[in-house]
């Protein structure tokens, strides 16, 4: 072990943060077993992307047999059906009003990056509004977008002209839902007219920036605003979607649609792929050549894909989501409670999209995050850290997670909790 954590740090460069001291050897479902025989509880699902779990045999069974026939043509090239019946099968997902088109990427940067190509060529304008405490990606355009300096931006000077950051509501750091407006509104005043806003990105509920739900009432304004300038609005749900939040899009859960969607994770239950949907007259924007990649919509990925929307729906796992976020929400404000801990300043969330976040003394607290992290996984459970201030523990568990282990889980992380924090 010791010698591969040397390797480790030799061969790669230190930009690539990792939260783990070991390495995984294999995983099935929820858990993990590192290299030296250790397991772990996965509450961390590979950043959001493994709502079915790891190696879902339905998945490992539908890929299998992809690989006996053909792993790559690209897409642009030999078009190929797995693309076409996962296009038509997002289409009719999607919560967007009309007529919709899909296309497919690889990564989520790509798809945000994508997105905003095809909202500017929509529009013929430059400008671009984002939110503070947003992540939409790390590529030129994404991390330009991305509301968080440190550890995405800090290094790598100015970003791509025309991106400006309006707040995003938050209570518990005090914007209110009517700060964020009256911030979109001095953009509008001092740095750039809504005539020359091509797009409005958002996410439905913030992902690094902490597990924040946008209020009904901020989405419905943000959708009344694009409807006035003619700007298009586009909701980020890298890792909102396929059932996280109870719902197959988060979008689902507000009372107004946008008009692009951006999606990856979870689509493609452990196989990149990320895609774009949208209002057709708006999809179709580009001319041909515009979009794409060499692997974009690989034929493994869609057609993991196609099998993860089915077991999505068979297993029931929007229903899922909500039973295990309720779960996971009652029993950390009965430790608050019980225990008077005191520290725990709030806990949140939206279906299986939960996050308790940590102040001490008035004020965020990274180091206790961070302390219950680590004492979270020397007893077993893997856990990730996120917010504005790094103060913030999100919880991504496979939805497909056995209950008796879900509840193993929960014991191990209301310990770590009152260990640290009591």
């Not at 019980?338 to 308790?356: K, P």
């Not at 996120?386 to 992380?413: E, H, K, M, W």
Request: aromatic residues 8%.
């Amino acid at each position: 072990m010791g010698d591969l954590l040397s390797r480790r740090v030799a061969a790669t460069p230190r930009g690539i943060g990792i939260v783990c001291d070991w390495f995984v050897q294999e995983a099935h479902n929820a858990t993990i077993t590192s290299s030296d025989g250790r397991t772990f509880i996965d509450f961390a699902a590979g950043i959001a992307v493994l709502n079915v779990g790891h190696r879902h045999p339905r998945v490992i069974k539908a890929v299998k047999a992809q690989l006996d026939k053909f792993t790559h043509t690209a897409y642009q090239v030999t078009p190929y059906e797995s693309y076409v019946e996962l296009a038509e099968q997002i289409n009719d997902l999607a919560p967007i009003d009309g007529v919709k088109k899909t296309c497919f990427f690889t990564t989520g940067g790509e798809a945000t990056e994508n997105a905003i190509k095809i909202a500017k060529a929509h529009t013929k304008r430059y400008g671009v509004i984002a939110f503070g405490g947003s992540f939409h990606g790390r590529t030129s355009m994404a991390v330009s977008m991305t509301g968080k300096v440190a550890p995405y931006k800090a290094e790598i000077g100015m970003g791509m002209p025309g991106v400006y950051h309006a707040y995003y509501p938050n209570a518990l750091h005090g914007i209110s839902t009517q700060d964020a407006l009256k911030s979109l509104e001095l953009i509008c005043k001092a740095s750039i007219a809504p005539s020359d806003v091509a797009a409005v990105i958002f996410e439905p509920v913030q992902g690094e920036g902490g597990f924040n739900p946008a209020p009904l009432d901020f989405v419905a304004t943000l959708r009344e605003f694009c409807n006035t300038h003619g700007i298009v609005l586009i909701a980020d749900e890298v890792q909102t979607g396929f059932a996280r939040t109870g719902k197959t899009f988060a979008m689902e859960h507000f009372n107004v649609n946008a008009d692009i969607i951006c999606m990856a994770k979870s689509l493609g239950g452990g196989l990149p792929i990320s895609g774009i949907v949208g209002k057709a007259t708006v999809m179709d924007s580009l001319s041909a050549g515009g979009m794409g990649g060499t692997y974009a919509g690989n034929p493994l990925a869609t057609t993991a894909a196609l099998e993860v929307l089915k077991i999505i729906q068979e297993e029931k796992l929007n229903e899922r989501a909500l039973k295990l976020g309720q779960e996971l929400m009652d029993a950390l404000k009965r430790l608050k409670q019980e225990s008077n801990i005191t520290q725990i300043a709030e806990v949140r969330g939206l279906g299986s999209m939960v996050a308790v976040e940590f102040f001490e003394a008035g004020k965020p607290s990274t180091a206790l995050a961070k302390a219950v992290q680590k004492e979270a996984m020397d007893q077993g459970l893997l856990l990730l850290t996120c917010g504005s201030y790094g103060n913030v523990i999100r919880f991504l568990y496979p939805l497909t997670i056995p209950q008796d282990q879900f509840d193993r889980a929960l014991d191990i992380l209301c310990q770590s909790i009152k260990k640290v924090a009591v």
